[in-house]
């Protein structure tokens, strides 16, 4: 079974129509979270995840955008989901508040969680993974994002996943990220010769327009860097 995997979109159309075109065939699509706040497209980038995703939980952007203030401490948080309020409907609105803040694919195998395992919205970044095996069960993989920082790492027989931001990369590259799950069954396996595979991971980069996000960002009034970030991954 083959899973596409995003994170952090941040309303960042241009990022995530590239990223669904260079994905390769896959069986499901999830998302683990932050399909608002920041950019200026928040009614098209939830229509579109719930249009292809199979598997969404919540993340922190997603649950607080009712209420920005909780931001105030970072304009350009608080601007983009003061946005995303305005622009969301009721009915979008309520969607976002009903995610659940964990689910599981590939029939259970790999959990689903936006930020820490149990630590609400603390970060988990590539080199904390293999201190997330105490949090899994025997023969469990985790994914997750937040960080907006990719990787992959095993740890003690557990694959642990950040597929990157699609939207708001901060690990120096600009491009927009994703990943590809591999998960074989045994029948696939035995199909390719040789019994079950191990599952693997493609951690992704896709080229997308980042100037005309900039563009779109100051037109809509939102902090300029917001915008300019982006040139950088950062």
């Known amino acids: 079974m083959r899973i596409g995997l995003v994170s952090d979109i941040h309303a960042n159309l241009p990022a995530l129509e590239a990223v669904l075109d260079d ?26 995840i ?3 995703a199979d598997a969404v939980v919540q993340g922190n952007h997603d649950r607080v955008v009712e209420t920005p203030e909780r931001y105030a401490a970072n304009r350009m948080a608080e601007a983009g ?8 409907s009721s009915e979008a609105l309520e969607w976002l508040r009903q995610l659940p803040t964990e689910t599981s694919v590939a029939g259970g195998r790999y959990r689903l969680v936006h930020s820490h395992p149990t630590r609400e919205d603390a970060y988990v970044y590539p080199g904390e993974f293999p201190n997330m095996a105490r949090y899994l069960d025997d023969g469990e993989g985790l994914v997750l ?43 696939e396996g035995d199909a390719e010769g040789g019994g079950t595979h191990e599952d693997a ?13 900039v563009e779109a960002v100051e037109a ?9 970030r982006l040139r950088h991954g950062e």
């Open 201 to 213: 991971v493609d951690l992704r980069r896709v080229e997308y327009d980042v100037e005309h996000v």
């Open 145 to 187: 994002g937040h960080t907006h920082v990719q990787g992959a790492e095993r740890a003690e027989g557990h694959l642990v996943v950040n597929p990157g931001s699609v939207g708001q990369p901060r690990d120096g590259d600009p491009r927009a990220a994703y990943a590809v799950l591999d998960t074989p069954t045994e029948s």
């Open 50 to 52: 719930r249009e292809e």
């Open 23 to 48: 994905m390769p065939p896959v069986d499901a699509l999830a998302c683990v979270g932050d399909v608002v706040g920041y950019n200026p497209w928040p009614v098209e980038c939830v229509r579109l």
């Open 220 to 228: 809509a009034g939102l902090p300029e860097r917001t915008g300019k």
């Open 81 to 88: 989901l003061a946005y995303a309020k305005r622009n969301l």
